[in-house]
Each structure stands twice: as C-alpha cells, then as structure tokens.
C-alpha cells in the first residue's frame, strides 16, 4: 500500500512562508524522482518543483527563487519550502512520486491527496 501524506498547508499572509512536506511509505523512497504539483481552481495541474533521486533540482519560472524542493531519504520525506508567497500561488499542492516504465520493467507514478495553500489578495 503506497501513501504519500501530504501536509503543512494552510492560509498566509502575502510576503509569508510554508513548509510543504510529504511522507511516503510502501515505496523505495530513495529511487524515485519526486514533485511538488499544484492546481488552482479552473487551471490545470502543474509541476512548481521536482528533485531526482541524486538530489538535482527544477522549478517552474513562476516559483524560482522562492520555492526550495528537498529531500531527506532517512525519513522518506520531501519537503517543499515556500517563501515570498503570492496570491497567485493559492492552489492545492500535490506531491509526486514519478513513475518510469522500460516496456517489461519500470515502476509506477504516485500521487498524494494533497494540501491546500491559501494566499488572499
């Protein structure tokens, strides 16, 4: 049974910060590239922040400079730093466990629940 048990979202204040973070079980954690989604209300899904299992990172435009994707693989948990959060950063977050397939082999996608980030304007 994979779970990835999002939490720390909440309603801040514009120029306010979040701390993101996601556990994961019933995975080998370490091998596995994960994200930080985010969809608001009418807007399609998208990627702000991923990080590979050796540890590189990638931000939306939107977030960079902002937003820090970590890992910790001792606790299976990722992290997503917010900082300098805007109204248009309201959405619910989701986190990512991305999948990989080699024809016969690979392994699956896995999607938390998510967790909702409100900035009002």
């Known amino acids: 049974q994979v779970q990835l048990v999002e939490s720390g979202g909440g309603l801040v204040q514009p120029g306010g910060s979040l701390r993101l973070s996601c556990a994961a079980s019933?995975?080998?954690?370490?091998?596995?590239?994960m994200g930080w989604y985010r969809q608001a209300p009418g807007k399609q899904r998208e990627l702000a922040a991923a990080?590979?299992?050796?540890?590189?990172?990638n931000y939306a435009d939107s977030v960079k400079g902002r937003f820090t994707i970590s890992r910790d693989n001792d606790q299976n948990t990722v992290y997503l730093q917010m900082n300098s959060l805007k109204p248009e950063d309201t959405a619910v977050y989701y986190c990512h466990a991305f999948g990989l397939t080699y024809g016969d082999s690979g392994y699956p996608a896995h999607w938390g629940q998510g967790t909702q980030v409100t900035v009002p304007s």
């Open positions: 019933g995975i080998i954690f370490s091998m596995y590239a």
């Open positions: 990080i590979t299992a050796g540890g590189s990172t």
